[in-house]
């Protein structure tokens, strides 16, 4: 049987209802550097602070950068664990509160090309992620490449990082447009990130959403505001992340109450991490 057999016969899989599933949370920036990483990882921590059980995988090709935040060096990635020669627990990077973070490289990208072995150890060890995991972030790429746009309309579910700047603005507008045209039952809510007030972060998102209704006739929730810390970069150079750096700042805060924020939210409806992957594949 070919790949493409295998992945027909593997999507006939009966849904199984959202509640058996992790929640699953695909973060996306249009524009590069504002601050999306630093944000799923600080999320994570956060959750994970409050008892969750938390993953995230790093499906930023070759510019991953959560290691780096993390202070750790991923000695596995997603190739080791496809291969059988480690379990999808031993591949993971260890955090704080026992957050997991699961290096990506360009494993996944060359998914299409593997065997009927490898797939059937990648989608096992999936399996397990989804019986071990209460929440699964997956820290997607800046920009709106195929194979991005491809991941954020197969996770149906996500949150997109914006700065107040008008060309961050622009650029996550971009993407909202493209997933409501190409998949107009998404759900999406937004973050503004690196706010300096409360009053800049309360006008940026009205006029926002104000742009997402008249264009695109579409009510964009917006989940919260961060902070703007010029501690952040201290924190990335001692390689700690920011949560345990400046664990009472305002910046943290902020980051704590979007994390409650989402854990209000109610659960939508989801073919659990192994549909997500099966749906990218079929895309590319
Ligand atoms: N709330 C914040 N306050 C101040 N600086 C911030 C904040 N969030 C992020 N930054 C800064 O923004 C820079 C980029 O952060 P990060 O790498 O998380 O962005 P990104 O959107 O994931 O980038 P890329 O598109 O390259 O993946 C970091 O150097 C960090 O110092």
Not at 13 to 24: L, N, Q, T, V, W
Not at 168 to 182: C, E, R
Request: aromatic share 8%; net charge neutral; charged share 20%.
């Amino acid at each position: 049987m070919d790949q493409a057999h295998q992945l027909r016969a593997l999507m006939q899989e009966p849904k199984i209802s959202a509640a058996r599933y992790s929640r699953m949370v695909a973060v996306a920036s249009g524009k590069g550097g504002v601050g999306k990483s630093t944000l799923t990882l600080n999320l994570g921590i956060a959750l994970a602070k409050l008892g969750k059980r938390v993953a995230i995988l790093d499906l930023d090709f070759g510019f991953g950068n959560l290691e780096t935040l993390l202070g750790a060096n991923a000695t596995y990635s997603i190739a080791d664990v496809k291969a059988g020669t480690v379990s999808i627990e031993q591949a993971m990077i260890q955090g704080p509160h026992g957050l997991r973070v699961l290096a990506g490289g360009s494993g996944f990208t060359e998914m299409l090309q593997w065997g009927p072995q490898e797939l059937s150890h990648f989608f096992d060890a999936m399996d397990e992620l989804e019986a071990s995991f209460d929440w699964i972030f997956l820290d997607t790429g800046a920009g709106l490449t195929q194979v991005q746009l491809a991941f954020l309309k197969a996770a149906k579910d996500t949150l997109i990082v914006t700065t107040p700047e008008p060309t961050a603005l622009t650029d996550a507008y971009s993407i909202i447009k493209l997933l409501h045209h190409h998949e107009p039952q998404f759900s999406c809510r937004v973050v503004i990130n690196q706010i300096t007030s409360l009053t800049e972060g309360k006008q940026t998102a009205h006029q926002f959403q104000k742009v997402c209704k008249e264009f695109l006739q579409r009510d964009l929730p917006v989940l919260g505001f961060v902070y703007k810390d010029n501690d952040i970069s201290q924190a990335i150079k001692l390689q700690t992340p920011y949560l345990m750096y400046a664990p009472r700042s305002q910046t943290s805060r902020s980051i704590e109450r979007l994390a409650h924020q989402l854990l209000g939210e109610p659960v939508h409806q989801t073919t659990g991490i192994s549909g997500f992957f099966k749906k990218w594949m079929t895309m590319n």
